[in-house]
C-alpha cells in the first residue's frame, strides 16, 4: 500500500520560509510525477508546484520566483521551498504523486499539512 507523508508544515510571519517534505512509502516505481497542491477556505484546491520523472517543473503564478519544488529519487521524496512567505499563501498543502504500483498507474495523496502566513 502507498503513502505519502507530508511535513513541515507551521505557522510562519510574511517574509519568513518553511519547508514542506513529502515521502512515499510502498511499492510504487516508476512515479512519473510528483506535485504539491494547496486548499484555502472556502477556495478550490489548487496546483502550487509539479515536477515529472525528467526533472521539469510548473509552479502557478502566484509563487514563481518565491517557491522551489525538488525531488529526490532515491528517497521517493518531493521537497516545496517556500520562500518570502504572504499570507495568501495561508492554506493545508497536499502532496500527489502518480506513478505504478501494482499493475496499474494510480494518484495517490497525502493527508495534508497545514500552513499559516501571519501578517
Known amino acids: 500500500q502507498v503513502q505519502l507523508v507530508e511535513s513541515g508544515g507551521g505557522l510562519v510571519q510574511a517574509g519568513g520560509s518553511l519547508r514542506l517534505s513529502c515521502a512515499a512509502s510502498?511499492?510504487?516505481?516508476?512515479?512519473?510525477?510528483m506535485g504539491w497542491y494547496r486548499q484555502a477556505p472556502g477556495k478550490q484546491r489548487e496546483l502550487v508546484a509539479a515536477?515529472?520523472?525528467?526533472?521539469?517543473?510548473n509552479y502557478v503564478d502566484s509563487v514563481k520566483g518565491r517557491f522551489t519544488i525538488s525531488r529526490d529519487n532515491a528517497k521517493n521524496t518531493v521537497y516545496l521551498q517556500m520562500n518570502s512567505l504572504k499570507p495568501e499563501d495561508t492554506a493545508v498543502y497536499y502532496c500527489?504523486?502518480?506513478?505504478?504500483?501494482?499493475?496499474?498507474?494510480?494518484?495517490?495523496w497525502g493527508q495534508g499539512t497545514q500552513v499559516t502566513v501571519s501578517s
Open positions: 515536477i515529472i520523472s525528467g526533472g521539469s517543473t
Open positions: 510502498g511499492t510504487i516505481f516508476p512515479i512519473n510525477y
Open positions: 500527489n504523486a502518480y506513478g505504478k504500483s501494482g499493475r496499474a498507474y494510480s494518484d495517490f
